[in-house]
């Protein structure tokens, strides 16, 4: 399949700049495989979507404030953008303005927190060690929220503290939000729970390559960055037990259909952790999944890749259309499509 047919014509005004003032009033397209029917809706009426039995799979990670601004003690400007730690107070980040940083230059951050920047380690990537090896507690006074870039703002606000987390976030270690799961409410949990659809928990930790692009002429030559995950074996359990009763599988974002599709062999889920690479684009036959609840994503990315291989590219294309038409709001603080 060729990238470009992954492209669509979307005006900038609709990319999502902020939130909607409440998680759930955000819109819902509910989008029919087996008819093509295409329906509009407020996603507080989700479950009305839904049947007794099914069951929803959430990604807990939580997004850590992974972006640092601090100075050399030149004086110098220096930002460090932490990806992945590779061993307690070591990290994989990106630093800015990289040439400028030379290798064994220290940087000083708030709260006394100072790290060494060492050598390149992979596409253009440094190492970078801090003076403490619980980074991530001393972000919460050091670092900021990590918004995507396509949000265009000088600074976060201060909701972004919140609403940049989904409500049932508990393991720190994402840089990006898995943000199918923004919608979510208390009131939503309660329809859900009434409605007989249960949900359980699986971690993936989102990386930054979610908004790499895919740059080569076919889907086939493009690689997607491993990011980590732990899938429990109460989920597993559970998700055995819904399919066995004849429930489906609600995968709530591409973070959780890339975890259950790993997981799923011998018809059956299995427990289990590490780093999953598992890319998927047309033709792809899905095993683990029924049903996918995402956001709208960036032309000519792996998510929407994904997208188009669960639902079908013409009826995705057509469904991305109709959402540019009815301006829906697009990106990770935009609107929610579930796919049935």
Same mark, same amino acid.
């Given at each position: 399949?060729?990238?470009?047919?992954?492209?669509?014509?979307?005006?900038?005004?609709?990319?999502?700049?902020?939130?909607?003032?409440?998680?759930?009033?955000?819109?819902?397209?509910?989008?029919?495989?087996?008819?093509?029917?295409?329906?509009?809706?407020?996603?507080?009426?989700?479950?009305?979507?839904?049947?007794?039995?099914?069951?929803?799979?959430?990604?807990?990670?939580?997004?850590?404030?992974?972006?640092?601004?601090?100075?050399?003690?030149?004086?110098?400007?220096?930002?460090?953008?932490?990806?992945?730690?590779? /061993?307690?107070?070591?990290?994989?980040?990106?630093?800015? *303005?990289? $040439?400028?940083?030379? #290798?064994? +230059?220290?940087? %000083? @951050?708030?709260?006394?927190?100072?790290?060494?920047?060492?050598?390149?380690?992979?596409?253009?990537?440094?190492?970078?060690?801090?003076?403490?090896?619980?980074?991530?507690?001393?972000?919460?006074?050091?670092?900021?929220?990590?918004?995507?870039?396509?949000?265009?703002?000088?600074?976060?606000?201060?909701?972004?503290? /919140?609403?940049?987390?989904?409500?049932?976030?508990?393991? *720190?270690? $994402?840089?990006?939000? #898995?943000? +199918?799961?923004? %919608? @979510?409410?208390?009131?939503?949990?309660?329809?859900?729970?009434?409605?007989?659809?249960?949900?359980?928990?699986?971690?993936?930790?989102?990386?930054?390559?979610?908004?790499?692009?895919?740059?080569?002429?076919?889907?086939?030559?493009?690689?997607?960055?491993?990011?980590?995950?732990?899938?429990?074996?109460?989920?597993?359990?559970?998700?055995?037990?819904?399919?066995?009763?004849?429930?489906?599988?609600?995968?709530?974002?591409?973070?959780?259909?890339?975890?259950?599709?790993?997981?799923?062999?011998?018809?059956?889920?299995?427990?289990?952790?590490?780093?999953?690479?598992?890319?998927?684009?047309?033709?792809?036959?899905?095993?683990?999944?029924?049903?996918?609840?995402?956001?709208?994503?960036?032309?000519?990315?792996?998510?929407?890749?994904?997208?188009?291989?669960?639902?079908?590219?013409?009826?995705?294309?057509?469904?991305?259309?109709?959402?540019?038409?009815?301006?829906?709001?697009?990106?990770?603080?935009?609107?929610?499509?579930?796919?049935?």
């Amino acid at each position: 399949m060729l990238t470009r047919d992954l492209q669509y014509h979307l005006p900038e005004t609709l990319i999502a700049q902020f939130p909607s003032e409440q998680r759930d009033e955000s819109r819902l397209m509910v989008v029919d495989r087996a008819s093509g029917d295409i329906r509009l809706d407020v996603y507080r009426n989700v479950a009305r979507y839904l049947q007794r039995g099914d069951c929803m799979v959430l990604n807990n990670t939580r997004v850590i404030r992974a972006r640092l601004h601090g100075h050399k003690a030149s004086g110098g400007r220096v930002e460090v953008f932490l990806l992945r730690e590779t /061993e307690p107070g070591c990290w994989v980040a990106l630093v800015r *303005p990289s $040439a400028k940083v030379k #290798p064994g +230059a220290h940087v %000083h @951050f708030a709260g006394g927190l100072e790290a060494r920047v060492e050598e390149v380690v992979e596409e253009g990537k440094r190492r970078v060690c801090f003076n403490h090896a619980e980074v991530i507690e001393r972000l919460e006074q050091a670092g900021e929220i990590p918004l995507p870039p396509y949000i265009k703002r000088k600074k976060e606000d201060r909701h972004d503290a /919140e609403r940049y987390q989904t409500l049932y976030a508990r393991t *720190p270690g $994402a840089v990006a939000a #898995p943000t +199918a799961g923004l %919608h @979510f409410t208390d009131g939503v949990f309660r329809d859900l729970d009434a409605a007989g659809v249960d949900h359980a928990f699986l971690t993936l930790h989102v990386g930054y390559g979610t908004f790499k692009p895919i740059t080569a002429a076919t889907l086939e030559e493009h690689a997607v960055d491993a990011e980590e995950y732990e899938f429990p074996e109460n989920t597993a359990d559970k998700l055995n037990t819904v399919r066995s009763a004849g429930g489906r599988v609600v995968a709530v974002g591409t973070t959780c259909a890339r975890v259950l599709e790993t997981r799923f062999s011998g018809n059956c889920f299995t427990p289990g952790g590490g780093t999953t690479g598992l890319y998927i684009h047309p033709p792809y036959a899905f095993k683990a999944v029924d049903i996918l609840q995402t956001n709208f994503h960036l032309p000519q990315s792996s998510l929407l890749a994904l997208v188009c291989a669960f639902g079908g590219y013409d009826l995705i294309m057509e469904a991305y259309r109709r959402a540019v038409a009815e301006k829906f709001r697009f990106y990770s603080y935009g609107d929610v499509m579930l796919i049935r």
